[in-house]
């Protein structure tokens, strides 16, 4: 299942490193992306939290003990607890698929909310531990 997605770009964000951006504006549930995953093993869970990739990471399958690396652009949307976009994980195809909550202008950054869910106001882990390491 391949996907063009000709209106997303990646540039530098003030939210932090590189962030994705859309070219054309997004109404509320219209779909930005969906991006398929590399699933890592239940067993290399905790080998990834020792690695560059540990800020790229999603947990995956019904149980949250596997990981996925995020193809495409999904790796890459930043985070905000105020996200105009939000991921819903898709363990039987293997993707992420990423829809617009709300209006997102043309040139504006599409953010989620690292939780999972756009209301959830937890601390994330460069919040509370240490700095984010995005290049």
Same mark, same amino acid.
């Given at each position: 299942? %391949? ?9 530098? @964000? ?12 997004? =109404? ?6 969906? @991006? ?7 067993? !290399?869970? @905790? ?7 540990? =800020? ?18 999904? @790796? ?13 994980? =898709? ?13 997102? !202008? %043309? ?13 959830? #106001? ?6 509370? =531990?240490?700095?984010?390491? #995005?290049?």
């Amino acid at each position: 299942m %391949a996907q063009r997605v000709p209106f997303l770009y990646i540039t530098q @964000s003030d939210l932090g490193g590189r962030g994705v951006f859309t070219g054309e504006p997004l =109404d509320e549930g219209d779909l930005i992306e969906i @991006s398929p995953v590399i699933v890592l093993p239940e067993a !290399e869970l @905790s080998i990834i939290h020792n690695t560059f990739l540990h =800020d790229y990471y999603f947990l995956w399958g019904e149980a949250q003990k596997q990981c996925a690396i995020a193809l495409g652009y999904g @790796s890459l949307y930043n985070h905000s607890y105020e996200p105009n976009a939000r991921y819903l994980l =898709d363990y039987e195809h293997g993707t992420i698929d990423f829809y617009c909550i709300k209006k997102i !202008e %043309a040139g504006e950054e599409i953010t989620v909310n690292y939780n999972g869910e756009p209301d959830v #106001k937890t601390p994330v882990w460069f919040d509370k =531990d240490e700095p984010r390491k #995005k290049p």
